[in-house]
């Protein structure tokens, strides 16, 4: 068993950490808390001009991020806490994860439910989103965790940047969102360490931090991370109207569009 914290908040190093420990982990299963900078984080399959108003986003310094798994779009800031857990694909069992969640908060005397997919809600309101992503012999569940999040700013930034967009991308489902109560980041991720360790402790528990893990080999998931290649080129092909004229979109790039759509009439 593995416990990994770090006190590194850029997404795209925390992400390809994460990516790091799926395929390279020493042993099973793992652990992984960490906390972002203000970003938006958007699933695999999306795409950002859907998601997220990436103007706002770039006039006010928040970072875009496209992860490896699924799902949809969530906002990220020191208010939200990240849980990834990395399992054999054999062992791995969705509502596992969630039980991690409710159990950790019921501990803490929060009531928690599994409402619907993917999300994890206190009172009727979201609070926690999900998504997992499977890699050869192995599989990666991570979840967002609001623990007191800037709610405001998280409505500001999702969001279309354009509207009209006709597109098969992934889809995010709105919903009200809500802070979890009198909870600290700190005090979350010593209790979900608690219960992780409950629920998967059979053996010897080793603690890392970023010092363990491998500088050259993650420095080249940073750099595509933090590539526009992949935070708008990966995203799936769609159409969108602009100044009343429909011009299709690959790779997400505009100008190759618009510049088709001219040599072409």
């Not at 006039?59 to 800031?77: I, M, N, P, Q, T």
């Not at 309101?125 to 997992?132: H, I, R, T, V």
């Not at 595509?224 to 080129?233: C, H, L, M, T, V």
Request: hydrophobic share 35%; with cysteine; glycine share 8%.
């Amino acid at each position: 068993m593995l416990i990994v914290r770090t006190k590194n908040t850029d997404v795209y190093r925390n992400l390809a950490t994460e990516e790091w420990l799926l395929e390279n982990a020493p042993a099973l299963p793992v652990l992984f808390l960490y906390v972002n900078d203000p970003c938006v984080v958007i699933g695999k399959n999306q795409n950002p001009w859907r998601e997220c108003r990436l103007s706002l986003m770039n006039k006010e310094g928040v970072a875009l991020a496209r992860r490896v798994s699924g799902g949809g779009a969530v906002y990220h800031d020191a208010g939200n806490l990240n849980v990834s857990v990395i399992v054999s694909r054999t062992e791995y069992r969705e509502e596992k994860q969630y039980e991690l969640i409710l159990q950790t908060l019921e501990d803490l005397g929060i009531q928690g439910s599994n409402i619907r997919k993917n999300s994890l809600v206190i009172n009727g309101k979201k609070f926690s989103g999900n998504a997992f992503c499977h890699r050869r012999a192995r599989t990666l569940h991570h979840s967002t965790q609001l623990v007191n999040c800037d709610l405001a700013r998280l409505g500001r930034y999702l969001g279309p940047e354009l509207e009209g967009i006709e597109t098969k991308a992934i889809a995010s489902v709105p919903a009200e969102v809500a802070n979890l109560p009198e909870l600290t980041i700190e005090k979350f991720s010593t209790a979900i360490t608690d219960t992780f360790i409950k629920m998967y402790g059979n053996g010897l528990v080793d603690h890392w931090n970023d010092e363990n893990i491998s500088e050259e080999e993650v420095l080249p998931m940073v750099g595509r991370n933090s590539s526009d290649g992949w935070k708008f080129e990966h995203t799936p092909r769609f159409c969108v109207t602009i100044n009343g004229e429909k011009i299709t979109v690959k790779n997400g790039d505009f100008n190759d569009a618009l510049c088709e759509q001219k040599l072409s009439k």
